[in-house]
């Protein structure tokens, strides 16, 4: 199956700061990718859908302006957690999917972000 | 937007028992069904997954069913083996090609426990 790395696997960042992941599909180019946070015990919540090119989607609730993200080329999105607070802290998972029948998405490791 | 509840939130079995583990969903749109494992820390992995032309599939021990008219599908899993505790997560996704292939609306999650 198709790879997607996600870098880095844990952080620990002061609230205020800004925190920078990065997800890279490996074997394949991707013009989309998702990212996902998920809180301890909880289900996967979409965030935003990341565009190759053009500007990313955000679900209702998310805050653009807190969630950067950028899609610069077919392999790499990144995610920017900007004045991270301690309510930030949660695992970041992002996905890409082969654009054939067949196939689901593939996830990235994941983040743990904590901010303390 | 998709809604997906899934049943029930936990799940304890002996070892050998089967699993079923229930999911509806909202959005007659959506056409692709993943089933996911999570152990704790790490991605979801794929294990089974199924399209709305179709209506039971089958790998060994898992299967899922479908029922399109009513919008729900559902996992089996048979002869349960202790090392399939884990937490699992039920998705669904439009998967009609664009910018929302690969946007998986996941359920809430069942921690599922197999005692030896």
């Known amino acids: 199956g198709a790879v997607v790395s996600q870098h880095p696997s844990w952080v620990i960042c002061k609230s205020g700061t800004s925190v920078k992941i990065e997800c890279r599909s490996l074997?394949?180019?991707?013009?989309?990718m998702f990212w996902y946070r998920q809180f301890p015990k909880q289900s996967l919540m979409l965030m935003a859908t990341?565009?190759?090119?053009?500007?990313?989607?955000?679900e209702q609730g998310v805050e653009k302006d807190k969630f950067l993200i950028n899609h610069a080329s077919l392999t790499l999105s990144t995610l920017t957690v900007t004045s991270a607070h301690p309510e930030d802290s949660s695992f970041y998972i992002c996905?890409?999917?082969?654009?054939?029948?067949?196939?689901?998405?593939?996830f990235g490791q994941g983040t743990r972000l904590t901010v303390v | 937007g998709e809604n997906v509840e899934q049943h029930p939130s936990t799940l304890s079995v002996q070892e050998g028992d089967s699993a079923v583990i229930k999911c509806t969903y909202s959005d007659s749109a959506s056409n692709y069904f993943p089933w996911y494992k999570q152990e704790l820390g790490k991605r979801p992995q794929l294990i089974i997954d199924?399209?709305?032309?179709?209506g039971e599939k089958k790998d060994q021990r898992i299967a899922v069913t479908l029922n399109k008219t009513a919008k729900h599908f559902s996992l089996h899993i048979t002869e349960t083996q202790p090392e399939d505790s884990a937490v699992y997560f039920c998705a669904a996704s439009p998967n009609a090609g664009g910018t929302s292939y690969g946007k998986l609306t996941f359920g809430q999650g069942t921690i599922l426990t197999v005692h030896p």
């Open positions: 199924i399209r709305s032309n179709v």
């Open positions: 996905s890409a999917s082969l654009i054939t029948q067949g196939s689901g998405a593939f």
């Open positions: 990341s565009n190759e090119g053009s500007k990313a989607t955000y």
């Open positions: 074997d394949f180019q991707a013009t989309t």
